[in-house]
T-cell receptor, first 114, second 116 residues
Framework: EPEVTQTPSHQVTQMGQEVILRCVPI?????FYWYRQILGQKVEFLVS????????KSEIFDDQFSVERPDGSNFTLKIRSTKLEDSAMYFC????????????FGDGTRLSIL | AQTVTQSQPEMSVQEAETVTLSCTYD???????LFWYKQPPSRQMILVIR??????QNATENRFSVNFQKAAKSFSLKISDSQLGDAAMYFC?????????????FGTGTRLQVTL
């Protein structure tokens, strides 16, 4: 069964550094998402992406965050200047269509900011 | 904005028994979708079951079924014949209907323990 793939599985970064989290969505999917989960808390929506542009973003997704689909397969989340509070699990998801089509999640990238 | 509430932080069930996890939500929309996701210790979010709001019939997937009460805005998950592999964090999630924002809004989760 096709899967969403995320790399790296764990990223350790110094505060203030830039970090790029990578995702390879399922190949025929059109909608892409990033969520984050701070340890012990619920999963929170960050951003959705369709047709090479952001469809929606949450309050968390401020100017420090950006997303890109640089080629036909990768979907990246960049944090320009990381803060301690950016430490979390970041999940990428994709879906074939909106609505009832389920979002398929990757295994996540654990981001630790020192 | 929609909100999803899971009032049971932790639940425990004996192997082979049945357990029900509660979920309520708040929305002004009439058309939407509801999902239950499972997150085992491996951290991957796995879809368990989904329900379309305009369908009155409750969804069923093998040992998993839901009790969807639209008027009460309730969407509980029933796990029958519980197995050790069912131990995980379970998240209830809401998604608006097509043509609007398609993000998932999650509840805070219920940690399910399965004992022998």
């Amino acid at each position: 069964e096709p899967e969403v793939t995320q790399t790296p599985s764990h990223q350790v970064t110094q505060m203030g550094q830039e970090v790029i989290l990578r995702c390879v969505p399922i190949s025929n999917h059109l909608y892409f998402y990033w969520y984050r989960q701070i340890l012990g808390q619920k999963v929170e929506f960050l951003v959705s992406f369709y047709n090479n542009e952001i469809s929606e973003k949450s309050e968390i997704f401020d100017d420090q965050f950006s997303v890109e689909r640089p080629d036909g397969s990768n979907f990246t989340l960049k944090i320009r200047s990381t803060k301690l509070e950016d430490s979390a699990m970041y999940f990428c998801a994709s879906s074939a269509r909106q609505g009832f089509q389920p979002q398929h999640f990757g295994d996540g990238t654990r981001l630790s900011i020192l | 904005a929609q909100t999803v509430t899971q009032s049971q932080p932790e639940m425990s069930v004996q192997e082979a028994e049945t357990v029900t996890l509660s979920c309520t939500y708040d929305t002004s929309e009439s058309d939407y979708y509801l999902f239950w996701y499972k997150q085992p210790p491996s951290r991957q979010m796995i879809l368990v079951i989904r329900q379309e709001a305009y369908k009155q019939q409750n969804a069923t997937e093998n040992r998993f079924s839901v009790n969807f009460q639209k008027a009460a805005k309730s969407f509980s998950l029933k796990i029958s014949d519980s197995q050790l592999g069912d131990a995980a964090m379970y998240f209830c999630a809401y998604r608006s209907a097509p043509g609007t924002a398609s993000k998932l809004t999650f509840g805070t989760g219920t940690r399910l323990q399965v004992t022998l």
